[in-house]
């Protein structure tokens, strides 16, 4: 499924006369078919049905998405893949906002792969990292994310303790340090159970990371994902003191621009 922008997000007012806009609408309609033509040969090696569907025109980050998330429903889409270019300045930007907008207008599962993503990890996945921390969310996510496991993948559940201290919650940490690591203990433990229901063949780890000075934990999860050589990051979209209000703020969009291999973004909601 590809989508062309309407031309008049390229054509200055001066210059966008009749004729500039419909060259322009020709130039971005024919660009967009060649890359989808593109696409269904790639899939189409991998012994898929391919359907193609061209969208647009559309003006914006949100009728882009619009139109995406409208596409995916009435099509029942199970996951929407999208590429996200990380490069500097604006281009950057709007891929991400591209991304985020259209999260907020679809409850289906989202897969973002950055265009320089490693090589690596360009392959079935072997080794897939899920970002847990007990709620509804992040096991559902986990549910999500193993149906893109292979037989005998490698899971990492990853807790990320902030070492940001909440001053609404200053008195309870002086009261009691250690609630974080039994709240760690407690959401690794959900999470496992969930891997372990019916996958005997695969491998399940844990780990407590912290945030380091001048960290957030999209940077920890960066971090540990390198760290391990992950496949796939896998997340819950749900509101968390900012470590799962994915697409909605600026903790996903430091993920998501900063993130060096796929990540897969689960709605609580599909």
């Not at 995916?72 to 300045?89: M, Q």
């Not at 907020?104 to 079935?124: F, N």
């Not at 509804?136 to 899971?155: C, K, N």
């Not at 999470?191 to 407590?208: D, F, K, S, W, Y």
Request: charged share 25%; proline share 4%; aromatic share 4%.
């Amino acid at each position: 499924m590809g989508i062309f922008e309407d031309p008049k997000a390229y054509l200055l007012p001066h210059s966008a006369t009749p004729a500039d806009v419909r060259e322009a609408f020709e130039e971005l309609k024919n660009d967009e078919l060649a890359s989808l033509e593109t696409a269904r040969s790639t899939l189409r090696s991998s012994g898929a049905q391919v359907h193609l569907r061209l969208l647009g025109p559309a003006l914006g980050n949100v009728e882009i998405s619009t139109q995406l998330a409208r596409a995916a429903r009435d099509w029942d889409a199970d996951l929407i893949v999208v590429g996200a270019e990380r490069t500097a300045g604006v281009i950057s930007l709007l891929a991400t906002k591209v991304s985020a907008e259209l999260a907020e207008h679809t409850h289906r599962a989202i897969l973002v792969v950055p265009g320089d993503a490693d090589e690596s990890t360009l392959h079935p996945a072997k080794r897939l990292l899920f970002a847990v921390d007990g709620s509804d969310a992040s096991l559902h996510a986990v549910r999500v994310g193993l149906r893109l496991a292979s037989p005998h993948a490698r899971l990492l559940a990853l807790f990320v303790e902030d070492r940001g201290i909440d001053l609404a919650q200053l008195r309870q940490f002086l009261i009691s340090p250690t609630l974080e690591t039994r709240t760690a203990d407690h959401a690794l433990a959900k999470a496992q159970a969930v891997m372990a229901e019916g996958n005997p063949g695969m491998t399940i780890e844990r780990l407590v990371s912290h945030t380091r000075l001048s960290e957030d934990v999209a940077c920890a999860i960066k971090r540990e994902a390198r760290s391990w050589k992950a496949d796939v990051v896998v997340v819950g979209a749900e509101d968390r003191n900012g470590m799962f209000s994915w697409f909605r703020g600026h903790e996903n969009e430091r993920v998501a621009r900063e993130i060096d291999r796929p990540l897969l973004v689960v709605n609580v909601a599909q």
